[in-house]
């Protein structure tokens, strides 16, 4: 394990002085969605609709090295953005966001977590596989900026 590794790292919910490392965080990983500030204040909104789940993952000097959102209609979630920064990739943080994100959506009553991934994205793609994610359709051209179709993937929590 190296020193860097998820072990290092603890998960925690996003809290309003996240926001701006978070989106820094977020511009700089190309496959992560690049949000305004408005869709992070509303995500911490508790009153907002539909409500979301918003964590980050933490080093022991409070750097922030991941994020992940979920939006919330039980029994199912959207998983929206998940992202972890490209020098602490591959050492479980993003395995450590999903679970801990896992146990939240489980105890709010969802059953079903679906999310849209780009095809060009084979990270993102093989990271959700791993996960037990499994194609359930198609959307040609989603994207904009550069065009791509997404896949749609859903996993059914235990
Ligand atoms: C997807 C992402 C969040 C994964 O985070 P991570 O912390 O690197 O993931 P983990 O270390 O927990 O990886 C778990 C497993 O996923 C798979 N995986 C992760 N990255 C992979 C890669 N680049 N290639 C192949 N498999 C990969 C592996 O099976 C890995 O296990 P292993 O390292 O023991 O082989 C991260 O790559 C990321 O931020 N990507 C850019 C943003 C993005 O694409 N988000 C998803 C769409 S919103």
Same mark, same amino acid.
Request: proline letters at 6%.
């Given at each position: ?24 965080? *977020? ?62 990739q ?8 999903l ?7 489980? *105890? ?23 996960h ?6 198609l ?20």
């Amino acid at each position: 394990m190296s020193a860097n590794s998820a072990a290092f790292f603890t998960v925690r919910k996003m809290v309003a002085a996240d926001i701006g490392p978070t989106m820094a965080l *977020a511009s700089t990983l190309k496959d992560a969605p690049h949000w305004p500030q408005s869709v992070y204040d509303a995500a911490l909104d508790p009153s907002s609709t539909p409500r979301r789940i918003a964590i980050v993952a933490v080093n022991e000097v409070s750097e922030i090295a991941g994020f992940a959102i979920a939006s919330l209609l039980p029994p199912q979630a959207e998983l929206e953005s998940i992202g972890v920064r490209a020098n602490f990739q591959r050492q479980g943080i993003g395995t450590k966001l999903l679970s801990h994100l896992i146990d939240e959506l489980k *105890a709010a009553a969802v059953s079903e977590i679906l999310l849209e991934v780009r095809t060009s994205n084979h990270t993102g793609n093989a990271f959700y596989l791993v996960h037990g994610f499994r194609q359930i359709g198609l959307r040609p051209r989603y994207y904009t900026e550069p065009e791509d179709d997404a896949i749609l993937m859903s996993v059914t929590l235990g």
